[in-house]
């Protein structure tokens, strides 16, 4: 990290929580005029403008320049704008076959994207993999690379931010791992450690269709299902790291046990292991998700019904989190999401049988991410990190 | 309202941000120092100050006075207190059968409590009953009732506070019902319209077990089965005006019909009226909740399978809403925390058996709220409209 970098990170992170609030402000609304900012935090034009003059001296944000004419820099109906260069981030989302990352600037902005396959994900090969991506987003970036103010890992599972360790990752077969201090040790700068749906739920709130919307829901579909869960405003991180685990509500038959070891979880059906399971079972011999699609398109019953099982358990499972949180809106993403024509009819029938009096209004809308997408969360994470 | 209530009301309602904050913080904690208030709220010392001098001023907070030695009344470190006779609050809890109300001061502190029977519960009779309750604490209040700010009014159901709009409330019977216009138009002055366990949530929130936590939710079992959650530090109320409604989580076998009409609600199995319903068609014949409690308790096997059915879908409800949002405490209240014995074992082996990873050590305790308790949460919203 250069002087300039390391300067402008240390004023976010000692910011007060009003210039905390401002800056985040600036960074999610760009450009954006005092006025405005006072509006969105509730703070009086005073307090911002004492708030922003710090972050225009760092480079951190832009404001116009006084014309002779007014000669009032501070003028509160004047934009003020992030400015995206001053810092890089790195944002890396860790899958069981490939570790993906991206490098972006302080907007999340992709600049440049690398990933590397995995064939066995124990944590030592899954960080030595990390460290190749790091150094080849660095080498993109050239000499950018020095303004790298933070690098966000995403991970499937219980991930304990404050520690860095993961806790539990059924996908990744991690256990009581701690992750961070590997990844510290190798690159000898702290890593953000998230779990990959809030970090998703982190960008989508700052820089996606979550933008503006006080609540909202994030459900993944696809090898696992997962959710993050935005509410007043504020990401739900759980008292104990936990939340959001939609794809281990008890809402199948009992019968059905789940790769963490429960019964009637929604991933015991709904997830892709689970369907190609089911339409195995059913044809005699093993069939992949992929062929699994083209016989539910071509109409084959087994392909079908499995389908429409997970569809409904998916729907139900919606309906619990919408009667629980009462969102404004749930965005379906995730791999899955490919295949949403499979999905749509009975997920929503399903939902509609069982969400409650006015939560039922809740939009549910799909958005296909990209594992870039959930990269670009990891980076927003790292942002996050910084700001709070 | 006389003359000081109406101010005092005005300058809350109209505080800034930083303002209410402030106010709020001094409620909840008093007495607290400046300095521990700065510290709570995030402000400076300097904010806090300047929001605390114009309550003082109306009465609202006692500040020690000035001594002639340090000559400093606005010292950060001198503790500040809520004044809990500036403000007289009235909280009307509305059950079936029962309109309970109670005065209170500022710190929801009880000063009288009334109830009038209700034999019918169509919205005419029961706003009748209302007014009764409401003009026999006034007279219990004497001089003080002149110092009423505001009447805070909870009710089972889908209720929309912004309008004052029952929405759906399925054990009044009401849909779509204006009770708050017919409120104003009996009473002369709005009330706050709130759902009975969001209420007490605000009050175990601000005056309870939730104080200090920030992230609990409050599960009521009983006639009804509800729940209020509060998560970083907020109440969740749900886009729509609706959330918590765990009773109706689609956790049951679907052949179980709900009195909301859905299939497979957890109230369809584990409301006071199920289990009253499934040890009478056990028995052939009729059988209250009280006698299904006693025969429960001397070993009646039907009796005893009705519990055991309707608390590990319970425990499984609370595992579920834990897997979604992670609280750190889950408070179990509502009239049926009176035989919770017959509940406990089996509702904590469900919630075992489902809780997910770290989510899993959200405490669970009970406590037993009164019926006063639940009108002491509706005066605690009816403060909370005030300062919001």
Redesign the interface.
Known sequence: MDHDTTARATLIRSA???GSRVFATILTRSPISRIDIARQT???QAAVTKAVSPLVAAGLVDAPPATQRDGNPGRPAAPVSIVPDAMMMLGIKVNVDEVIGVATDLATTVLAAENRPLTVHDPATVATAIIEVVRALEERLGAKADAIAGIGVSVS??V?TSTGIV??SAIMGWSGEDFGGRMLALLGRPVTLENDVHALTVGEHWFGVGLGT??FAIVTIGRGIG?G?H??G?V???????????G????ADPARICS?G???CVEAVASTAAIEATVSCALGRDVGIDEAVRLAHSGDPAAEAAFREAAGLIG?AI???V???????VIIGGEGVSNFDLFEKTLRDAFD??A????A??RIVTRPHTFQDWARGAAAAAIQSLVR
Do not use: K, M
């Not at 281990?248 to 809402?251: D, S, T």
């Open positions: 007060s929580e009003a509730g703070l009086s599972g219980d304990d806790r539990e006080e609540s959710s869960l509410l007043n504020q739900v991180t759980g008292a104990y790291g936990v939340s959001g685990e939609i281990h509500l008890p809402l963490c429960r019964r009637g139900t309906a619990t989190l009667n629980l949180a009462g969102p404004e809106l049988a069982h409650f009096g006015a939560a209004r809740c």
